[in-house]
């Protein structure tokens, strides 16, 4: 049984619940039409955004360009920022195998792939500064004055790791006006939200705005295996921002934002898909290969995209898994099948998992601007722009969702995980005249990324000579708490085979970048855009893995005995009374030697700088208004971004080193070219923007799985490689429509279509170093569907005592998908992993009063209980394993407002 087909659960009582709610509100008074609905008013108003580091109208830039304010994100009920991948076309953001770690990508161009500290191509500013990697970098909404999109390469503004876009987050700032608000939200699944906000103006010239916000649900999973709900998250935020204006030229803002997370992990199942050869080893080896719930044998799958054995040193010759007793692959199997058979979001994993986060984020900026003309400019502003973020984390998965303890990864204790960026920015814009203007700047950011704790990595690091002689006998130990740890078949009972490994890295990367873009006003139709940066780029890595002392990290089979989940376990045993209980994680000894740090672990000291030019030239005609159009422009712009290169942090060059030119990769690089329009229509009742482009994808780094069962390249049974070895065409189109057909109604049609082929990628040969495979007939991991689709309708009716109830109804489609990369695309091949086209609607009915100064909502999301993969990947012997999106989910919503 595929996961797919597994039977939705509907809360049908819930939904008419709630529909009989909504009318209820709006029996009283007489029901005529509003002049303009909330998204409305919020959509087609003239929306003000920085894109080019200035303040510009949004239908004026030459851009592929999305911006979502306050306004729009409060009518069409927006609270968590992944969710502008329903509202923005060719925009995903893609959970991974834990709760945290999320990938994002623009026009099918990312932050997916292996590696702690690697780049991605899709970049995230938090009021200017950059947010590197994906861990913790899904942000609150809390105190947003708007999010801006921008699709395409950046490479001239905004010069870190932007070839697929970039996704700018803009505070909201201090006013001198007393304003504040809180929101209170409940909705199925135990969730219970609040937020508030107050903005205080001290005096003429200082205002301060303080955020709080609390939200939390129970989770909508269930563990068999310790009998308890799963995946419950809680989230608490804060902003706090003080403006000072001393006169009219000077604004200086100060701002600290804190987001701090305590969840389980996400309820995570698997499901078995096996091919034949392993079905065929357990049955000569007497085993019944017995499915529970069809009652007949496993049936092998494809052999294209089934999962083969892991390993096939283990007892028998039947695997890894088989290590830790006789009988549990089969075990596993039943655990998969059965949590499928228990529900969509039914585990059996041994440990709830965790994820502890904090992120804290301070930053100033200080501005000048002439406010008229000053030696020879017409104006001229300056700005001083300095940032810090914190982020740390601990975080445990158990990623087999069984009970046996096969595969688990995760740190523990005092935030194992941290990263560290600081960023100083100068820009200058100025106007020279009426025709002629330009942003000038200096970019200069420090990032400092630690893979657990660090003893461990200095011991190496200080006696590595000692250590890489194997002569030497140097044998030490070393204290790992808190460190990054691989649990792989901790319970073993027989030897060999992977053990758990911990790993210690540290990153630095200093970044330094000059950039400038010249505006040219030709005449009144048309105007010219060119610009260039300057990116340079030093990267040290440190990294090193090995393995814990074999024997310090198995719980027995005391842990088996008596748990009818795992029926073929042995029934007598030792106790081992010294080991942790199965649900926590196991500390392990660690003793460093040649042996576990350069034949079954690896150490990587590596230093490389990078440098690139990017330049842009965009064209743009200003269309002269007609009895239909309002205003409007076309454009064309050609434009560059490269994203930096970076390491392999699983290579053991030591052990093997053919390896060695693999452990560094360079950069790569996107020249897109665009064209599009932007439009007002109607006396401004409609508006659009549409673009195509063609993306030309150069020395793309591309992620090459070995198979490593076998262990010639060190310990782990699979090592992801990253190399720059493909050429990749994008075609893309994007398409926006907003607009009020009539009085008091709204619609609103977002259009993406992406095509991405590869045209050349010729890879390394793992079994004939020096040689090369071709997969350009592969298909590309972008996480992003061919085509999607977003819509929404509503209708504001005034009612008879002066009050407004707003019903709305989304929807959002995407083509089918298939979650794992590297495919044969020549012979139509699927995965299990396969999402199927599907589509989720959403509901929201707002209810207003004539003095606007409350107002209350019932909401739906994913209201047709559709089920659909948020995540989904091989795994071990013979399982894929994945997690759903939320199911569907009703509550109520209530804003209250003073001032303002």
């Known amino acids: 049984m595929q996961p797919g087909d597994i039977m939705k659960s509907k809360n049908l009582g819930t939904g008419f619940t709630a529909g009989a709610a909504v009318l209820l509100i709006s029996a009283p008074g007489q029901v005529a039409a509003q002049g303009q609905s909330a998204s409305a008013a919020a959509l087609l108003e003239e929306v003000v955004v920085t894109a080019r580091r200035r303040e510009e109208s949004l239908q004026d830039l030459p851009l592929s360009i999305a911006a979502i304010s306050s306004d729009a994100m ?8 992944k969710d502008i991948t329903e509202f923005v076309p060719n925009v995903a953001f893609r959970d991974q195998d834990r709760r945290g770690r999320v990938s994002i990508f623009i026009r099918g161009i990312g932050t997916g792939g292996p590696g702690a500290f690697r780049p991605g191509g899709a970049g995230q500013y938090l009021d200017g500064h950059y947010i590197a990697g994906n861990n913790g970098s899904v942000m609150s909404t809390l105190d947003m004055e708007r999010v801006e999109v921008l699709r395409g390469p950046q490479g001239t503004l905004f010069g870190k790791n932007t070839t697929g876009g970039a996704i700018q987050f803009i505070t909201a700032k201090p006013q001198q006006e007393f304003e504040s608000d809180i929101l209170l939200r409940a909705a199925d699944h135990g969730q219970q ?8 103006p001290f005096s003429d010239t200082i205002a301060g705005r303080l955020a709080v916000a609390k939200e939390s649900q129970d989770g909508y999973g269930f563990n068999r295996n310790l009998n308890t709900e799963y995946g419950a998250t809680d989230v608490e935020a804060i902003s706090a921002a003080l403006r000072f204006t001393p006169n009219d030229n000077w604004v200086i803002d100060l701002l600290f934002r804190g987001n701090y997370e305590e969840s389980d992990q996400y309820s995570q199942n698997c499901t078995v898909h096996p091919d034949q050869g392993i079905i065929d080893n357990l049955i000569a080896d007497g085993q019944n290969p017995i499915n529970p719930v069809t009652g007949q044998l496993y049936q092998a799958a494809p052999a294209a995209t089934a999962i083969g054995q892991w390993g096939g040193g283990g007892p028998g010759g039947l695997g890894h898994i088989e290590r830790i007793y006789p009988g549990a692959t089969l075990d596993f199997w039943d655990n998969c099948v059965l949590n499928n058979a228990a529900g969509p979001y039914a585990t059996s994993a041994n440990s709830l998992g965790f994820l ?19 030696g020879g400019f017409d104006n001229l502003n300056l700005k001083f722009i300095g940032g810090r973020r914190y982020q740390g984390r601990d975080d445990w998965g158990d990623r087999d969702a069984t009970p046996l303890q096969i595969d688990s990864i995760g740190s523990y204790e005092d935030l194992g995980r941290s990263r560290n960026t600081e960023s100083l920015e100068f820009i200058l814009t100025a106007d020279v005249n009426d025709r002629v203007s330009f942003t000038a700047g200096v970019h200069d ?12 990595r200095k011991v190496v690091q200080a006696n590595f000579a000692a250590l890489s002689d194997p002569l030497s006998g140097f044998s030490t130990t070393c204290n790992f708490d808190g460190g990054v740890q691989f649990s792989f078949l901790a319970d073993k009972l027989a030897g060999g085979g992977p053990v758990p490994a911990a790993m210690s890295g540290h990153l630095t990367n200093e970044s330094i970048a000059v950039f400038g873009q010249v505006n040219f006003q030709i005449n009144d139709d048309w105007a010219l855009d060119v610009g260039a940066r300057w990116t340079d780029e030093d990267r040290l890595f440190q990294m090193t893995e090995f393995p814990t002392v074999e024997g310090t990290c198995i719980h027995g089979p005391a842990h088996y005995l008596n748990n009818p989940l795992l029926p073929r376990a042995p029934a007598t045993g030792p106790a081992n009374p010294g080991s942790p209980p199965s649900t926590e994680i196991c500390r392990p000894d660690y003793v460093l030697d040649n042996t576990s740090v350069f034949q079954e672990g690896f150490y990587n000291d590596v230093f490389a700088n990078f440098s690139e030019v990017t330049p842009m030239v965009s064209l743009t005609r200003t269309l002269a208004p007609g009895d239909v159009l309002e205003s409007g422009i076309l454009y064309g712009t050609i434009s560059e971004g490269f994203l930096t290169g970076a390491f392999n942090d699983e290579l053991n060059v030591n052990l093997v080193p053919e390896l060695a ?19 007002t229509l109607a006396d401004g009742r409609l508006r659009l923007a549409a673009a195509i482009f063609y993306m030309d994808y150069t020395d793309k780094q591309e992620e090459i799985d070995i198979d490593n069962a076998d262990g010639r390249f060190g310990s782990d049974p699979q090592i992801a490689i990253v190399t720059n070895a493909a050429t990749v065409d994008i075609y893309g189109i994007e ?39 071709d997969r350009s007939t592969a298909t590309i991991e972008d996480y992003s569907p061919e085509w999607t689709v977003t819509a929404s309708i509503e209708h504001a ?11 709305q109804l989304g929807m959002y489609w995407q083509s089918e998908y298939d979650f794992v990369g590297g495919l044969d695309s020549s012979t139509g091949q699927q995965s299990i992993c396969l999402q199927d086209s599907f589509a989720t609607f959403r509901f929201r009915a707002t209810y207003e009063p004539p003095d606007a100064q409350w107002q209350a909502s019932l909401f739906g999301s994913n209201i047709t209980d559709e089920r659909y993969f948020n995540y989904c990947d091989t795994s071990r012997t013979g399982v894929y394993d994945y997690h759903y999106g939320r199911p569907d989910t009703w509550g109520a919503e209530f804003v209250y407002r003073w001032g303002g």
């Open 74 to 81: 409060r009518a069409q009920g927006i609270y968590d920022i």
């Open 193 to 200: 939200d609040f937020r508030g906000m107050i903005n205080v």
């Open 356 to 374: 502890n986060a904090d992120t804290e984020f301070y930053s100033a900026t200080f501005e000048w601007d002439s406010a008229g003309e000053i």
């Open 445 to 456: 950011y420090y990032d400092r990324a630690e893979l657990g704790h660090q003893d461990c």
């Open 661 to 679: 030119p693999l452990l560094a990769y360079g950069p790569e690089f996107v020249t897109n070219y665009e064209f599009g329009f932007k439009g």
């Open 735 to 773: 398409f926006e429509l907003r607009t009020q057909p009539w009085d008091g109604g709204f619609l609103s049609l977002d259009v993406g279509w992406l095509d991405s082929e590869y045209g050349q990628f010729a890879s390394f040969d793992p079994d004939a170093p020096g040689g090369t495979v």
């Open 797 to 807: 009716f005034l009612l008879g005592n002066g009050a407004t109830l707003t019903p």
